[in-house]
T-cell receptor
Framework: GDSVTQMEGPVTLSEEAFLTINCTYT??????LFWYVQYPGEGLQLLLK?????DKGSNKGFEATYRKETTSFHLEKGSVQVSDSAVYFC?????????FGAGTRLTVKP | DVKVTQSSRYLVKRTGEKVFLECVQD?????MFWYRQDPGLGLRLIYF???????EKGDIPEGYSVSREKKERFSLILESASTNQTSMYLC?????????????FGPGTRLTVL
């Protein structure tokens, strides 16, 4: 079945460092891909998404490109801030439901 | 803005109790979902509903049931709570079925079963 694999955490970075969180997927159809973020004590909220190959989703300085040839959707940010500390989930949807990765906890230190 | 609310942020129940978790969305969304979130496992789908009185099993429906009597409200029921149901429960909604549709999440209910 459809699934998502993302890099295990936790990830700890200093402020202004470059961030990459890897995400690869397995799907039989043509899924849409998502990154969700969960701040402490809150539910998940959409960070960005891409609905077809080569699309780039972007929001709040984060970017991810839908790569069909490598079945990947890696999340990147050029300069992280303390306020980016959260858990990040990669997800795919090819039908009525959504499949989530295990989540990657990011801590950014000042 | 879409708002999804859940009846409790924290809940403590005893083994064998019947537990109701309520979720309400205010944007006339067709689809509603219940997930549980456990460390290292991400989110796992328990049940979802694409219309009033309709429900579909997700990946882990055992020990749970759901009710959707009104479009805006989706309830998760633990018929006889057990300690292995201690978890964070997240409700979500989306406007329509379809792979591109964003799900909007509530803040979660952290349930502890003693």
């Amino acid at each position: 079945g459809d699934s998502v694999t993302q890099m295990e955490g936790p990830v700890t970075l200093s402020e202004e460092a470059f961030l990459t969180i890897n995400c690869t997927y397995t799907a039989t159809g043509y899924p849409s891909l998502f990154w969700y973020v969960q701040y402490p004590g809150e539910g998940l909220q959409l960070l960005l998404k891409a609905t077809k190959a080569d699309d780039k989703g972007s929001n709040k300085g984060f970017e991810a490109t839908y790569r069909k040839e490598t079945t990947s959707f890696h999340l990147e940010k050029g300069s992280v801030q303390v306020s980016d500390s959260a858990v990040y989930f990669c997800a795919l949807s090819a039908g009525n439901d959504m499949r989530f990765g295990a989540g990657t906890r990011l801590t950014v230190k000042p | 803005d879409v708002k999804v609310t859940q009846s409790s942020r924290y809940l403590v129940k005893r083994t064998g109790e019947k537990v109701f978790l309520e979720c309400v969305q205010d944007m006339d969304h067709e689809n509603m979902f219940w997930y549980r979130q456990d460390p290292g496992l991400g989110l796992r789908l328990i049940y979802f509903s694409y219309d009033v009185k309709m429900k579909e099993k997700g990946d882990i429906p055992e020990g749970y049931s759901v009710s959707r009597e009104k479009k805006e409200r989706f309830s998760l029921i633990l018929e006889s709570a057990s300690t292995n149901q201690t978890s964070m429960y997240l409700c979500a909604s989306s406007l329509t079925p379809g792979p591109g549709d964003t799900q909007y999440f509530g803040p979660g209910t952290r349930l502890t079963v003693l």
